[in-house]
């Protein structure tokens, strides 16, 4: 039996590819092109049947170092806690007022493209700051 080596994280949501951009800003991820015989995502999408139009979308470290970001409709909005969420590591090496220094500035960025500030933990004697937040459809996320 193998080991995995590639995963990807896949994201429920109400608008696949306005999420996907947002993602491909928050990480430096880039879409993929659109599939072989379309000049554009908007031509393919053109073939598909009414309901499946822009029924998912995708983004990809372009590294190829971290997952794959996949994002898929569903028709029901989001109701509860993630159970799992993604950590920007924006503070990763850095301590005290250096690391909140550097996870502030990226919490400014964010929020200018849509995310959401719900509060800054502060350093305590066991656990650095972080910065919960929220993505452009509510998905919890945090700069770490």
């Not at 429920?12 to 000049?39: H, I, N, Q, S």
């Not at 997952?67 to 920007?88: A, C, W």
């Amino acid at each position: 039996m193998s080991a995995i080596k590639k995963f990807q994280v896949t994201f429920d949501c109400a608008e696949p590819e306005r999420l996907a951009r947002f993602w491909c800003e928050v990480l430096g991820y880039v879409m993929p092109p659109p599939p072989e015989g379309f000049t554009t995502w908007d031509d393919f999408n053109r073939t598909l049947p009414p309901e499946k139009r822009g029924s998912w979308s995708a983004c990809s470290d372009p590294s190829g170092a971290g997952p794959r970001l996949y994002f898929q409709r569903v028709p029901e909005g989001k109701v509860v806690k993630n159970r799992v969420h993604l950590d920007v590591r924006a503070g990763t090496g850095l301590v005290g007022d250096e690391r909140l220094a550097a996870l502030e500035a990226e919490c400014a960025r964010l929020v200018a493209l849509g995310a959401t500030h719900v509060r800054t933990l502060y350093a305590d004697e066991e656990n650095e700051s972080c910065i919960p937040m929220l993505d452009i459809e509510g998905n919890e996320f945090c700069i770490d």
